[in-house]
Nanobody
Framework: QVQLVESGGGLVQAGGSLRLSCAVSGSFFRINDMRWYRQAPGKQRELAASITRGDTTNYADSVKGRFTISRDKRTVYLQMNSLKPEDTADYYC??????????????WGQGTQVTVSS
């Protein structure tokens, strides 16, 4: 069974930085696209950043130039700089996993909270 575990959230002042990590564990054939979503209080979950297996990245306009997504073999990272109060949200890791049985699994982490104070 595949598990995604996030870490790195916390409280930071506006203008500060945080680095989120999401480690994938378990048995699988391959990790395909990996993504970071976020959900602010009272709002819908939105895609913040994504990275393909070939390291092509894509960002929401609201985080472009401030956030950087990267990955290694089993972990995806989100470096968040110049944080703003509007970045306050629960951040969720998502990965498309090719299983050893030939199916595709859409896997989610439990979320990590980021709070940016003004």
């Amino acid at each position: 069974q595949v598990q995604l575990v996030e870490s790195g959230g916390g409280l930071v002042q506006a203008g500060g930085s945080l680095r989120l990590s999401c480690a994938v564990s378990g048995s699988f054939f391959r990790i395909n696209d990996m993504r970071w979503y976020r959900q602010a209080p009272g709002k819908q979950r939105e895609l913040a950043a994504s990275i393909t297996r070939g390291d092509t990245t894509n960002y929401a306009d609201s985080v472009k130039g401030r956030f950087t997504i990267s990955r290694d073999k089993r972990t995806v990272y989100l470096q968040m700089n110049s944080l703003k109060p509007e970045d306050t949200a629960d951040y969720y890791c998502n990965a498309e996993i090719s299983t050893i049985w030939g199916t595709i699994s859409d896997s989610w982490g439990q979320g990590t909270q980021v709070t940016v104070s003004s």
